[in-house]
T-cell receptor, first 113, second 113 residues
């Protein structure tokens, strides 16, 4: 059974704090993604990684960075959290090839006070 | 950049009636078009997809149509049931390999008993 897990379901942080969101997949997928979900805006891509230590910016990378030191783990980092980063964060993974289903994690609801 | 527009943002139909959600995309190189369903509090899950070499695909009560010339694709749900109530997202592939997706803004579908 396919599994993508995220480190927290709910997180509350203060403005200026450094925040780490972690995602782990057990499907040996090469590609991993971080999305941000806001009402009326759909899922917007922050960063994605197509291999260990490889990353590419998505559509809204400002204020975020990522790390992929192992194939199964993809971390999203907010260097200095701000209130406008309050959102739902979703991780996803997919094998390389012709496309297909992206498997999503359960999401992390981050609130920055 | 690549863009996917989705309409309507909300849709309310009577149980048993049909529902149609429409999307347009901007990248003529897009070749993979999935639809995801997200129930309240849950992760998005793939319900149907279509590739650019096919004009229509059906799976029981759901179907997707693709018009490459007009760059639009639609989701059709027939004989709607209360469990169809959810947020639906369309997406289009971008770049090589079709792993990377751009999502529409989402449609909140409500089925009234």
């Amino acid at each position: 059974d396919v599994k993508v897990t995220q480190s927290s379901r709910y997180l509350v942080k203060r403005t200026g704090e450094k925040v780490f969101l972690e995602c782990v997949q057990d499907m040996d997928h090469e590609n991993m993604f971080w999305y941000r979900q806001d009402p009326g805006l759909g899922l917007r891509l922050i960063y994605f990684s197509y291999d260990v230590k490889m990353k590419e910016k998505g559509d809204i990378p400002e204020g975020y960075s990522v790390s992929r030191e192992k194939k199964e783990r993809f971390s999203l980092i907010l260097e200095s959290a701000s209130t406008n980063q309050t959102s739902m964060y979703l991780c996803a993974s997919i094998a390389s090839g012709r496309g297909g289903e992206q498997f999503f994690g359960p999401g992390t609801r981050l609130t920055v006070l | 950049g690549e863009n996917v527009e989705q309409h309507p943002s909300t849709l309310s139909v009577q149980e048993g009636d049909s529902a149609v959600i429409k999307c347009t995309y901007s990248d003529s190189a897009s070749n993979y078009f999935p639809w995801y369903k997200q129930e309240l509090g849950k992760r998005p899950q793939l319900i149907i997809d279509i590739r650019s070499n096919v004009g229509e695909k059906k799976d029981q009560r759901i179907a997707v149509t693709l018009n490459k010339t007009a760059k639009h694709f639609s989701l059709h749900i027939t004989e709607t049931q209360p469990e169809d109530s959810a947020v639906y997202f369309c997406a289009a592939s971008v770049g090589r390999g079709a792993q990377k997706l751009v999502f529409g803004q989402g449609t909140r579908l409500t089925i009234n008993p």
